[in-house]
Nanobody, 116 residues
Framework: VQLQASGGGLVQAGGSLRLSCAAS????????MGWFRQAPGKEREFVAN????????YYANSVKGRFTISRDNAKNTVYLQMNNLKPEDAAVYYC??????????WGQGTLVTVSS
C-alpha cells in the first residue's frame, strides 16, 4: 500500500487547509486511515483517524471541533479539513494506514506552517 499526502502549505492563524491522502495498492488490507503530525523537536502525535467501512472517526483532544477527517472510498482518499488553525498546529502531517494491529503504512508527510 502506498500513501501520498498533499495539501500542506503556509496559512495565517485562524485560516484553513485541507490535506489529502491518496492510497493505492492493496488498500483492502487497510481498515483504518489516520493522520499524525510531528513538530520540530517533538515526537510524532496522533491527530485523527477514520474507519474505511463505517466512517467512524476519532480525534485528539487538541484538534477536536476544529479538524474533520473524512474519506472518499471511490477515490481511496482520506481528507483532513483543518479550520481555525493555530501556530501550535504547525508540523509535518503524515497519513497512515492501519493493518491488523499496527500503523503499517505511512505517507511521506506534508508541511503545514501557521503564521501568527
Amino acid at each position: 500500500v502506498q500513501l501520498q499526502a498533499s495539501g500542506g502549505g503556509l496559512v495565517q492563524a485562524g485560516g484553513s487547509l485541507r490535506l489529502s491522502c491518496a492510497a493505492s495498492g492493496r488498500t483492502s488490507s487497510v481498515s483504518i486511515m489516520g493522520w499524525f503530525r510531528q513538530a520540530p523537536g517533538k515526537e510524532r502525535e496522533f491527530v485523527a483517524n477514520i474507519n474505511w467501512s463505517e466512517g467512524n472517526t476519532y480525534y485528539a483532544n487538541s484538534v477536536k471541533g476544529r479538524f474533520t477527517i473524512s474519506r472518499d472510498n471511490a477515490k481511496n482518499t482520506v481528507y483532513l479539513q483543518m479550520n481555525n488553525l493555530k501556530p501550535e498546529d504547525a508540523a509535518v502531517y503524515y497519513c497512515a494506514g492501519w493493518q491488523r494491529s499496527s500503523w503499517s503504512y505511512w505517507g511521506q508527510g506534508t508541511l503545514v506552517t501557521v503564521s501568527s
